[in-house]
Structure formats: C-alpha cells, structure tokens
C-alpha cells in the first residue's frame, strides 16, 4: 500500500508534506479538488506542529474498505497537547495570532476527522478522505 | 524570493503575481515587500494576481486579508485575481470566504476594475 | 478438489470444446455475427484453461475474473447477457456428455465427476449473475453522474453573462457537481456575472440554501457577481426563518429583473430598433 511520511521540524517542511500528499492523491485518482482539498488539510495540520509542538510527523496513505478507496493523514506530536479540543476546534479560535481556521477548517476539508489529545504527552489526529 | 512573486509598476498601479509553493517566510517577505511598494504616494492601486498559486491556506488568506487592511488605511484598493476553482472550494468549505475584498477573473479585469474605482472617486 | 475432476478436465480439453463449438453452431442464442467459429474457440478455450486453473488451485478467482469481464463488456456494449448464459450450460453439457463417453463402465466414476463438473459450473453461473447486476449497477451509476452533468449547464449568454437554470431536487451531491460546473463554466467564459435562476427547484431548505450560499461565495472568490433570481415565498420565509444571512447576495424577483441589473453592471442596453417589432410581426402574419 502506497505510504508516506514527512517529518515535520520547520516551515520547509510543510511544503514538503503537502507535496507528498498531494502526489499520494494523484496516484489514488482523487480529483484535482480533492487533492488541493487535502494538500490544504496538511499545510493547516503541519503548522499546527511547528507552531505549538515543534516537531512531529504526518503520514499519508492509501486506504481501502471494501469497494471504496480513499487516503488516510495520520499526524503525530510530542508537544504540549490541546488543553481544549472543542475549543480549538471552533471557527476563530487561535493562540497563535491566526485566522483560527486551522483545525476546523481541516476538519472541514475532510471526511472524518479524530484528535486524541493528552496535556504534556502529544497530539495524534487520523483524518481520512474517500474517493468521490 | 523576487523570482517567485515579482511585483511591477504599471502606470500607477501596483502588480504582484504570486508563483508555486510559498514558504511561510517567502509570503511574511511578500508582504512586507508589497506593503513598501504601496506607501509610495503615486499608488493607485494593487493587483495581487493568484493564478498560478498552488493552494491558499489560512496562513495565505491572513496575509491576504492583512495586505488589504493596510492598504485600505493608506487608501490603496487591492484586487485578488486568478484565483483557481478548486482554491475557491477549498477556501469555502473552511469558512474563509475572504469578505469585503474585491476579486476579479484575470490580472486584466483587476486592473480594469482598479481604473473604474479610480474614476468614481 | 478432487484430483478425478481435475485429471478428467485436465485430459479432456480436446473433447470438451469440441463439442462446445459444435452445440454452439447450432445454439439459436448464439447465432449472431459476434460468435463466428475463431471466436468461440477462443472463448471457450480460454475458459476451460481458467476452470482447469482454478480446480487445480480449488478456488475460482480466475474464473470470476474471466467471466466478470465479459459481463461488463456485454453490458457495456449493450449487448445481450443471454449468450453468456448459454455459453456455461453448454459447456456444462459437453462436459457431461464426454464424461458419460469417456467413462461408461464405471457409474460411480462417472456420477463424481459429472457431480463437480455441475457443482462448477453452478458457481460459474452465480458468478456470472453477480457479475451482471454489478455491471449494470456500474453503467446505471455512470450514467447518474451523466445526467447530473446534464441537468446543471451554465450557459452563456452574452459577453461576460452567464445563466445557471436550476432544475429538480438539490442534494448534497447535485450541489456540489453544480459548484464545479458553474466555476469551471466561470472560468471558461470569463464570466464576471452570473444568474442562478432558482425557480425550478420545488424545495428549497437549509442545506440547499446553504449550497446556494457556497457557491456564490466561491464565484465571487473567482471574481463573478452572482444574482439569484426566481425565489418565491415560502423560500424567502424559509430564509428569514432560519436566519440565514443572505444579506451579502443579491436577489431578484424575476430573471428579467435579474436580466435588467446585470444589463446594468455590464452597460448593456436592452432597445428595440426599427418599426414596433412585435406589433409588425403579427400584423404580418394576420
């Protein structure tokens, strides 16, 4: 199964990242909307890293489930956890100065959307896209 | 960082044409490039052409909506052109409907647009 | 499976699609142009060696495949599905009658083998019936998304106008298929207004006036003004109910009045020249 993993350190990083996934959705045949969709997904996850975590990973991969196909974002950190997930991921929330749009707005852009979230421990968020 | 978003001078009006993938840091220097062409006092207007832009996320729409803020306070109006469909969804379905900033189809209308408003003015 | 069947399939090709090919020939369903003698040897061979396969492998994963793409081309294609059918009886047929030639001193032998050989060839058909409820289901599918696109044309009107007449019930999946047609139209057209003609939608809730909403934010991100034109009432109250900020969007009763104000962006003039027009017409006619 087609897979790949961006390790995420600095803002270079994020371009990096949604190259990848980009080039993932390509290869899956998601459509030109879609791949932007989800290239948008990980620049907003990516730098939620290096803004609250500094360091973290995305994967992207194939994902099949009977007759369907999609790609699944699996993004991992060890920072300092979201005190208030609900809060966070409310249109206009930001600490960081930001439009607030970040989370939400991936979650938006996806089909599915889990953060498990632990205060001190880390951040991992599955979101996953199906084919049309 | 000049290659990927050169901005001209045509008359008096400014235009910027944003390429490829922009690094965080690239677009804080775009902006601040941007924001010194416009304070000279000829300006009459800017142009931010998209069209070929990979993607806009947050951290672009901001800076989008931190350039027109400023330029408004200098009484500079900003035109977005070009931008694509699949960016246009993309934003939508975030809730970043870039409201209040003026958009046109092509670098041409944006700059045609930024002519009428001078006139009515 | 049984090494007998396998052994029997295994020696009896010669037999097997002889006789398949002779039946055929005289087969009423099989009598079209699309079965002359190179192609049924083909596809019964073909066949026979992926039965052969899969009782050696005791599965039926080449068989399935086989048989799955047939259907899909005859469904494809339109064609009857009935000719495949016959295909499997009769090489359930042949297959019978070479195992009664080939074995007729031995009963037992031969009930086992012709035992598999229908047990097989059952399979094969259940195969083949699944195989065509799903091609058809795949054609039915395409065609859906056919005639989405169909039922969502962005027109062009005149020079930098478009019209988005909005026929039938709005789902989540319509509403989307219309967003791209209308921004791709947008952009093929260089449209900088267009007209979204609502009133041949008979419900009109939340979710639709949410998508309506969508797309006319995503055409103004392009550059195009939207007016939506053609709401009636209940929709207009729909609105105020909910609470729906349609503030931003510009409305019109009438697409002429529509027509009118996008006359208007685009300096445009509506006139009739020369002498009364419609009035000379019928007096011409009469």
Request: aromatic residues 4%; proline residues 3%; negative net charge.
């Amino acid at each position: 199964m087609l897979e790949r993993k961006s390790s995420i350190e600095n803002e270079l990083d994020i371009i990096a990242a949604r190259r990848r996934a980009k080039e993932v959705a390509e290869e899956l045949g998601f459509s030109t909307v879609d791949q932007v969709r989800i290239a948008t997904a990980i620049s907003e996850l990516a730098r939620n890293i290096v803004l609250y975590a500094k360091e973290g990973s995305i994967v992207v991969r194939a994902l099949r489930e009977g007759d369907r196909q999609g790609l699944e974002i699996l993004v991992a950190d060890n920072g300092p956890g979201i005190p208030n997930v609900e809060l966070a991921m409310t249109d206009g929330y930001s600490t960081s100065g930001g439009l607030g749009a970040g989370l939400p707005g991936a979650r938006r852009l996806m089909d599915t959307f889990r953060v498990d979230t632990q205060l001190g421990q880390g951040t991992k968020i599955v979101a996953r896209k199906w084919k049309a | 960082m000049q290659q990927q978003a050169p901005i001209l001078k045509i008359d008096d009006y400014w235009i910027a044409s944003v390429q490829g993938s922009l690094h965080d840091q690239d677009v804080i220097e775009f902006k601040e490039a941007l924001l010194s062409k416009i304070m000279q006092p000829e300006s009459k207007g800017l142009v931010i052409d998209l069209t070929v832009l990979d993607l806009v996320d947050s951290f672009v729409t901001k800076t989008l909506i931190d350039i027109r803020g400023l330029a408004k306070l200098m009484g500079v109006p900003v035109v977005i052109a070009g931008m694509s469909p699949p960016i246009a969804i993309t934003l939508v379905e975030m809730g970043l409907s870039l409201e209040g900033i003026d958009t046109a189809l092509n670098l041409q209308k944006g700059l045609d647009k930024l002519r009428n408003t001078g006139k009515e003015r | 499976m049984e090494q007998e069947i396998v052994e029997f399939w295994a020696d009896a090709r010669n037999e097997i699609v002889g006789k398949c090919i002779q039946l055929s020939v005289k087969d009423s369903a099989l009598g079209s142009d699309e079965w002359h003698q190179g192609n049924r040897e083909r596809v019964f061979d073909s066949l026979w060696s992926v039965l052969l396969q899969d009782m050696q492998d005791d599965t039926l994963a080449k068989t399935e495949e086989v048989i799955g793409s047939l259907a899909r081309e005859a469904v494809k294609y339109g064609r009857d599905v009935e000719p495949l059918e016959r295909i499997i009886e009769i090489l359930m047929e042949s297959a019978e009658e070479t195992a009664r030639s080939k074995y007729p001193e031995e009963p037992d032998r031969l009930s086992r083998i012709t035992g598999d050989v229908k047990e097989y060839l059952n399979k094969a058909m259940t195969v083949l019936a699944r195989s065509i409820i799903k091609a058809q289901a795949e054609v039915i599918e395409k065609q859906k998304d056919y005639l989405l696109e169909l039922s969502t044309p962005a027109i062009p009107l005149l020079d930098g106008i478009l019209i988005l007449p909005l026929i039938g019930t709005i789902d989540t999946r319509r509403a989307k298929q219309i967003m791209d047609n209308l921004l791709n139209g947008i952009v093929e057209a260089q449209a900088d207004t267009v007209l979204i003609d609502i009133s041949g939608v008979p419900i009109v809730d939340t979710q639709v006036a949410h998508h309506l909403m969508k797309t006319v934010q995503a055409a103004r991100l392009l550059g195009a003004r939207c007016i939506i034109v053609g709401i009636r009432p209940e929709f207009a109250q729909t609105i105020v109910k909910l609470g729906i900020d349609f503030g931003k969007i510009v409305t019109k009763n009438s697409l002429q009045a529509g027509l009118k104000l996008a006359f208007e962006w685009h300096n445009y003039e509506l006139r009739r020249v020369g002498g009364g027009g419609h009035h000379a017409a019928t007096g011409a006619n009469s």
